[in-house]
């Protein structure tokens, strides 16, 4: 068992971290040494100001395709815009693939009131069809407000 490379420290050391960027030689911490290595990690240390600037600009611009692809999000169904638990949740919610959010609501305000527990008190079958329904609005409304933000 390899102990943590911290002076003094006793622990296993089974998380490595790069000793410089770019480094294939490793320091070992335990779970303790390694958070504090993460926190103080600086990525650009022993870089000069431009180094560090063309580092920067390479990794944004290399992310930023990411980013930039977002505008794929207007397309309908179909076109792989809606992830299959959304598809999921529209089926559950008995609603076609190309619903708007008005529409998403009014289908789980109707059927959430149509399986409620207090309205059909003692009916299992009701009951686990309104958990249903709630996971899948709660589904559909996080994706809605990911595709707003």
């Not at 006793?10 to 030689?25: F, L, V």
């Not at 580092?55 to 990411?66: L, S, T, Y």
């Not at 638990?85 to 609603?95: G, I, K």
């Amino acid at each position: 068992m390899r102990l943590c490379d911290r002076h003094g420290c006793d622990n296993p050391g089974d998380r490595p971290a790069p000793k410089a960027p770019n480094s294939p030689e490793r320091w070992y911490f335990c779970e303790q040494h390694a958070g504090e290595y993460n926190r103080n990690w600086d990525y650009f240390q022993g870089l000069s100001d431009e180094e560090a600037a063309r580092r920067e600009a390479d990794e944004r611009r290399d992310a930023g395709g990411f980013r930039q692809s977002s505008h794929h999000g207007w397309g309908g169904p179909g076109d792989g815009s809606r992830s299959r638990d959304e598809m999921t949740a529209l089926d559950v919610l008995q609603l076609d693939n190309d619903a708007d959010f008005t529409e998403i609501k009014a289908a789980w305000r109707r059927l959430a009131k149509a399986n409620h527990p207090d309205v059909k008190p003692g009916d299992a079958d009701a009951a686990v069809r309104f958990q249903a329904i709630q996971a899948a609005y709660e589904v559909l409304r996080s994706a809605e407000e990911r595709r707003a933000a």
